[in-house]
């Protein structure tokens, strides 16, 4: 079976463009959470989706966005990039997204602003 | 103060060796925690979830201590490709599934 897939691997972007980066959950998972991880840093949670719903929301700004479609794929919107978005942007599924839940990464996005 | 404090290393071992990290957390309420290695430039893979009995997986050993707020990590007989970064996760527990990473503690086992 698949593991969780994002797309695309790489991109590198501008100041000010917006950019949307997509990701497919295991199948059978239900459950979409996003993250960035900045060089240096863990991974810090940006959003969850569970069936469609928004589940929970990180300290980041309006600027970013997710939704998450019926097939439970979900993608993740950033407007008014700012140099400060480079970062490789990770997806994670689970089953439910219950609390406890392991979560499994896709490879991530790279995001490069230039 | 940061949700999940891990001390960055790097631990450079010899292999064979038995290396352990720690790491504590500042959410009392928190409820699920775990081990992720990643290695470079690829994403977190689980290692191991922590239960507060403790749990052994093979070589590594994970110990949960919810009064002092500390989670630790223990690996045995080291070997080379054991190098990668571990961090420290925690899942506060207040309905969403979002977990807490810490930094990571970077290892590098020597031949």
């Known amino acids: 079976d698949a593991g969780v897939t994002q797309s695309p691997t790489h991109l590198i972007k501008t100041r000010g463009q917006h950019v949307t980066l997509r990701c497919s959950p295991i199948?059978?998972?239900?459950?979409v959470s996003w993250y960035q991880q900045v060089l240096g840093q863990g991974p810090q949670f940006i959003f969850q989706?569970?069936?469609?719903?928004?589940?929970g929301r990180g300290n980041f700004p309006d600027r970013f966005s997710a939704r998450q479609f019926p097939n439970y794929s979900s993608e993740l919107n950033v407007n008014a990039l700012l140099l400060g978005d480079s970062a490789l942007y990770l997806c994670a599924s689970s089953f439910s997204g219950g609390v406890g839940q392991p979560q499994h990464f896709g490879d991530g996005t790279r995001l490069s602003i230039l | 103060r940061k949700e999940v404090e891990q001390d960055p290393g790097p631990f450079n071992v010899p292999e064979g060796a038995t290396v352990a990290f720690n790491c504590t957390y500042s959410n009392s309420a928190s409820q699920s925690f775990f081990w992720y290695r990643q290695d470079c430039r690829k994403e977190p893979k689980l290692l191991m979830s922590?239960?507060?009995s403790g749990n052994e997986d093979g070589r590594f050993t994970a110990q949960l201590n919810r009064a002092s707020q500390y989670i630790s990590l223990l690996i045995r007989d080291s070997k080379l490709s054991d190098s990668a970064t571990y961090l420290c996760v925690v899942n506060r527990g207040t309905g969403a599934n979002n977990l807490f990473f810490g930094t990571g503690t970077r290892l590098t086992v020597i031949p």
């Open positions: 989706y569970y069936e469609k719903e928004e589940r």
């Open positions: 199948s059978g998972h239900k459950s």
């Open positions: 922590v239960y507060s």
